[in-house]
């Protein structure tokens, strides 16, 4: 018999006895209901702008649905047109690149700074606050700036590249060097968020633990991979996920870099799933088909979170 | 604190916070107060030169009261503008549409007021006949817009580069240069020869690619019937084939329109000319900088005059004072409206009586060189032809071939790859 039942059957008891005073049925009530309101604020929110919209969004998926026309119900059509649709493999294929391009770099980067600001330096507080500072910066911000960066013709990289001999690059032109920059600017923003993340999980794993590993006479870089990566396992988990799903939901810098248009180049070069789904749903007025890529990207979500979930657990084992 | 008042804290607590979700999508701003007072909301994109305008109406009406909202970028306030009229709330009492924006929003005129049905019909007069006839859903349909401005062409060079390159300065000299675009391509090589420091000519072929088409009068893109001839038109390959000859020519500076190196081009002369539909001029402006001031002048476009731009106002149904909106819509669109707004911002009169206003063709612009542009576009305005605009034809124009165009000036596509390109994009955006 569970807790509550007791209380409950206990309180029909006294109900039946009809001398339950007022205050104590009352007192009742609050320690079985005030937990329920208190995290309702959450689920309320959650239902309104997160439960509804993804319900909403796989109806309208099965739609031809035009924003501000008809609406016919399809079935799946919009669905096997995805899988047939050129633009759509490309846009994947792009965001699936840029993600790689950045998230590998940038948990190496983050995890050796996280190592390092783990010491005891001078003006510890100031660096680990100095890390944050590009990711509380706005993304448009972020955008402008690296977008001024990597111009062809005034950009301060072709400037430097131009000053060592070599020849300027049209970064907008070509896939690899736009995914370059792009995967530059998300680097510069989220590494000081992750590293933070991993110094916070790194400052947990007891002291002790590297204390008997020097008296083994490990060395630094040992103890590093033997003690503090497995340690970190979960912590690492967390991060590959936020980083996948951030990565595959892409849009503010690649729209930024190309100046603030859906098509992500002449050819599509940095178009990403979700510039595809905007294109497609705000500015073709296809919300049906949208709404089909949009469902299409959270189920891709799912399945790269759960292989990169193994891949890490197996990696730092 | 009693275990009765922590049970009420917590409920009320909890019932905030559900109310707190329903009541931020409540627009209460509509309803007219007791007093009569209107509060009227106009939504257009880049600057329509109506500051002035609305602080003398609001004089002129103390009850009315009227905010302008505008987005920087058209491209912006498209996706915007449909969201407000797909919800059904939002979208200002007054709107801008683009002329591309009001053929895709013609098949849906369900959104928007008739505004015959506001007594707009003795207004015909004030506006040339064809900027009425579009503004209207087919020859007996609804009016949803009153015209604001169209888009009178000429060409911006700088005089400084010019003289660089030997070329000749004065605005009527520099006309005399290229009747026709293959004299202008004649001319860019010679400028291009002369080793000025620019990166080319011109900005980009895309310009020019659009200027081409809307000389053309007659079809685009599309057929009378909405059929999409992309592929047949000889009056788009004649454009395609002309824009192509100068990226081969060397003449293109192959620098894309809107991107940074194209405003910063402006500043560091790296292109001498640029196409400018009259509503152009602010951006120049702004983008080259007070240094520059005096630069740049303003000469007849290669193959005479065409119609590049233009747009409407128009009242959506959802506003809750189409009467005083669309009085509003009748002040901004008046002949004196439109002198008033080409004076601040440079969108070109619709209006004959406009085009014929002395105060009108007296007007110069001292940034560049005091040209006097409203003869220069006021000259060819009453004669422009309007080109049939399919419900996709910008969307056909700017994601099919403009990037197809600079694919080939990026040295990714050969022109004739570039054209089965456009072509085959033409097909997907128009469906």
């Known amino acids: 018999m569970t807790s509550s039942s007791v209380i409950r059957s206990s309180a029909a008891a006294r109900a039946a006895d009809g001398r339950v005073p007022w205050r104590s049925r009352l007192t009742r009530a609050d320690m079985k209901y005030a937990p329920y309101f208190f995290i309702a604020p959450f689920f309320v929110l959650f239902l309104v702008f997160g439960a509804f919209p993804l319900v909403y969004t796989g109806w309208v998926s099965l739609h031809d649905w035009h924003l501000i026309g008809d609406h016919t119900f399809v079935w799946f059509d919009n669905y096997t047109a995805l899988f047939s649709d050129p633009d759509f493999w490309n846009a994947l294929k792009n965001t699936v690149g840029i993600f790689v391009l950045a998230t590998v770099p940038q948990l190496l980067m983050a995890l050796s700074v996280a190592n390092l600001l783990n010491r005891k330096i001078r003006a510890r507080t100031f660096f680990r606050m100095g890390v944050l500072i590009p990711n509380v910066t706005s993304v448009a911000a972020v955008g402008i700036v690296f977008g001024q960066l990597f111009a062809r013709d005034v950009g301060l990289v072709n400037y430097v590249i131009t000053a060592f001999g070599l020849d300027a690059v049209d970064w907008q032109a070509n896939w690899w060097s736009s995914w370059i920059a792009i995967a530059v600017m998300v680097d510069w923003r989220w590494t000081g968020y992750n590293t933070l993340i991993l110094l916070g999980a790194m400052q947990a794993i007891p002291k002790d633990l590297y204390e008997s590993a020097s008296l083994d006479g490990a060395a630094p870089w040992q103890q590093f991979w033997r003690i503090t990566v497995p340690l970190l396992r979960p912590t690492l988990v967390f991060t590959v996920i936020i980083s996948t799903i951030g990565g595959l939901q892409l849009f503010t810098e690649p729209v930024i870099f190309g100046n603030g248009r859906m098509l992500g180049g002449t050819l599509g070069q940095f178009q990403t799933v979700t510039m595809y789904m905007y294109e497609t749903a705000f500015q073709r007025f296809q919300y049906g088909y949208g709404a089909a890529i949009a469902w299409s990207l959270f189920g891709l979500i799912v399945v790269f979170s759960l292989i990169n979930l193994l891949i890490v657990r197996r990696a730092a084992r | ?431």
């Not at chain 2, 009748?330 to 002949?335: G, I, Q, R």
């Open chain 2, 1 to 431: 604190m009693s275990q009765t008042k922590r049970f009420l804290a917590v409920t009320v607590a909890a019932v905030t916070a559900m109310s707190m979700v329903g009541a931020c999508s409540k627009n209460t701003d509509t309803k007219p107060a007791a007093d009569g007072q209107v509060n009227l909301v106009v939504d257009t994109f880049g600057d329509f030169g109506y500051k002035a305008l609305v602080a003398q109406y609001q004089t002129d009406h103390p009850n009315v009261k009227v905010e302008l909202r505008s987005v920087q970028k058209l491209d912006d306030y498209k996706p915007k503008l449909t969201q407000y009229l797909a919800a059904g709330t939002g979208a200002g009492d007054v709107v801008a549409l683009e002329e591309g924006i009001l053929n895709e929003f013609k098949t849906q005129p369900q959104n928007f007021v008739n505004l015959l049905d506001q007594g707009a019909a003795d207004q015909q007069a004030n506006f040339l006949p064809w900027k009425w006839e579009l503004g209207r859903v087919g020859a007996d349909g609804p009016l949803i817009g009153l015209g604001t401005d169209v888009g009178g062409l000429a060409v911006c060079y700088r005089k400084d580069l010019f003289a660089k390159a030997k070329l000749p300065t004065d605005r009527e000299a520099v006309s005399k240069l290229w009747p026709t675009w293959d004299e202008f391509i004649t001319t860019g090589k010679k400028f291009t020869a002369a080793n000025t420091g620019a990166k080319g000519f011109v900005d980009s072929v895309t310009t020019s690619f659009s200027a081409m088409l809307s000389q053309a009068g007659d079809t685009n893109f599309y057929d009378r019937d909405n059929k999409l001839i992309a592929d047949s038109n000889p009056v788009v390959r004649q454009a395609w084939d002309t824009s192509m000859k100068m990226v081969s020519e060397g003449v293109s500076a192959k620098i894309a329109t809107w991107s940074k190196d194209w405003e910063a081009g402006f500043k560091n002369g790296s292109f001498a000319v640029t196409m400018c539909p009259s509503w152009m001029l602010g951006i120049i402006k702004t983008n080259s900088g007070a240094a520059n001031a005096g630069k740049w002048d303003v000469a007849a476009v290669p193959g005479g005059g065409g119609n590049w731009g233009g747009s409407w106002l128009a009242v959506p149904t959802q506003s809750k004072h189409p009467k005083e909106a669309y009085e509003l819509a009748k002040f901004l669109t008046s002949p004196e409206g439109q002198v008033a707004a080409f004076k601040e911002a440079g969108p070109l009169p619709s209006s004959p009586k406009a085009l014929d206003d002395p105060a009108f063709l007296a007007l110069t612009n001292d940034y560049f060189s005091n040209a006097p542009v409203g003869k220069i576009f006021g000259e060819g305005a009453k004669s422009l032809k309007p080109v049939v605009l399919g419900p996709k034809h910008q969307a056909v124009k700017e994601r099919a071939f403009e990037p197809a165009m600079q694919a080939v000036e990026q040295g990714k596509l050969t022109p004739d790859k570039a054209w089965q390109q456009a072509l085959k994009s033409a097909v997907k955006e128009a469906k």
